[in-house]
């Protein structure tokens, strides 16, 4: 079993519906980060949190610690949000060996 | 205030050939992390450096793979006699403190380098 798992794997909206994304982990950790990749470019790092919730712009994420589950929200859904959105661990055992989950693929239709 | 720089972004190689990689951290950032992405599957870890020294390179292969973040100049990953196995997408990543289990400062990715092996 994956450390981490992604849900979807790949999602279609239509611009302007409201777009969750799940990971749930099985291993205890420092912290989470959630992570965006355009097809073809880098990686950013959207948020990085270890309890509760965060809000940037029209982005949400929200971490629950005993149920080590995180979700990822993105409100007012727009054809640029189309990404890979990765969640990557900081697990106890090598803090600095981000465990990454296998991204899911979210398409935004005007 | 640049962020992390990789070069080349894209590298073509033939069977056998070397390939260097080059990552310049954000300025001030002394502890570099490699990973690599193979298609189709996620991020991995290979290899975490400080300045002259390698942390932890558990995640590199034992052959034909090497890091190196020396004093001066950016970090190199140097693969030698490519195969096409190596064909990936190389991401470095750089931090201010180290990302430990008590301090998970925040962490700066770079644009990636895209090997791919003839």
């Known amino acids: 079993k994956n450390e981490v798992e992604q849900s979807p794997q790949n999602l279609t909206a239509q611009e302007g519906e409201f777009i969750t994304i799940n990971c749930s982990y099985s291993?205890?950790?420092?912290?989470l980060h959630w992570l965006q990749q355009h097809p073809g470019g880098g990686i950013v790092s959207l948020f990085m949190?270890?309890?509760g919730k965060k809000k940037h712009g029209r982005l949400i994420a929200t971490i629950n610690i005993q149920e080590k589950h995180s979700s990822l929200h993105i409100t007012a859904s727009h054809p640029r949000d189309s990404a890979v959105y990765i969640c990557?661990?900081?697990?106890?055992?090598?803090?600095?060996?981000?465990?990454f989950g296998k991204g899911t693929l979210l398409t935004v239709n005007p | 205030n640049a962020g992390v720089m990789q070069n080349p972004r894209h590298l073509v190689r033939r069977r056998g050939q070397e390939a260097r990689l080059r990552c310049s951290p954000v300025?001030?950032?002394?502890?570099v992390y490699w990973y690599r992405q193979l298609p189709e599957e996620g991020l991995k870890f290979m290899v975490y450096?400080?300045?002259?020294?390698?942390?932890?390179e558990s995640g590199m292969p034992k052959e034909r793979f090497s890091a190196e973040f020396p004093k001066e100049g950016p970090s190199i990953l140097r693969i030698q006699q490519v195969v096409r196995g190596d064909s990936a997408a190389y991401f470095c990543?750089?931090?201010?403190?180290?990302?430990?289990?008590?301090?998970?400062?925040?962490?700066?990715f770079g644009e990636g380098s895209r090997l791919t092996v003839l």
């Open positions: 990543a750089s931090s201010l403190t180290t990302l430990s289990r008590t301090n998970t400062g925040e962490l700066f």
């Open positions: 291993v205890g950790i420092s912290a």
């Open positions: 949190l270890s309890s």
């Open positions: 990557a661990l900081h697990s106890g055992g090598s803090n600095y060996k981000l465990t």
């Open positions: 300025k001030g950032h002394s502890h």
């Open positions: 450096l400080q300045k002259e020294n390698i942390i932890d």
